[in-house]
């Protein structure tokens, strides 16, 4: 499995962008589709965005699109997201989660999992 730490985050006003970053370690990072989830307080997780083994293919949320951006250096083992154009709605723990499978394609379906490893999660407080 991927040992992921993320880093990043923080407090921004409505309208602000912040990077959120995930480092892997362990077995072959480039192999594994990443996601990123959230949870807001009292809230269940949910689906924020993923990108391909190969950093070819991004699927986001509807609630996200045009504002965030998952890239990924296959080279440095680690994913990004990038948040612009933050809204009080994004306050939330946001987690990083590597694909159980290998290759796995990332489509519509991708977040129910499996998950091989969950990030450690990292704050991210919008105030408006």
């Known amino acids: 499995q991927l040992q992921l730490v993320q880093s990043g985050g923080g407090l921004v006003q409505t309208g602000g962008s912040l990077r959120l970053s995930c480092a892997a370690s362990?077995?072959?990072?480039?192999?594994?589709?990443m996601g990123w989830f959230r949870q807001a307080p009292g809230k269940e997780r949910e689906f924020v965005g993923a990108?391909?083994?190969?950093?070819?293919?991004?699927l986001y949320a509807d609630s996200v699109k045009g504002r965030f951006t998952i890239s990924r250096d296959n080279a440095k083992n680690m994913v990004f997201l990038q948040m612009n154009n933050l809204k009080a709605d994004d306050t939330a723990v946001y987690y990083c989660?590597?694909?159980?499978?290998?290759?796995?394609?990332?489509?519509?379906?991708?977040?129910?999992?499996?998950?091989?490893?969950w990030g450690q999660g990292t704050q991210v407080t919008v105030s408006s």
């Open positions: 989660a590597a694909d159980l499978l290998e290759g796995r394609t990332v489509v519509d379906g991708w977040s129910a999992g499996p998950f091989g490893s």
């Open positions: 362990g077995r072959t990072f480039s192999h594994y589709a």
């Open positions: 990108i391909s083994w190969s950093g070819g293919t991004t």
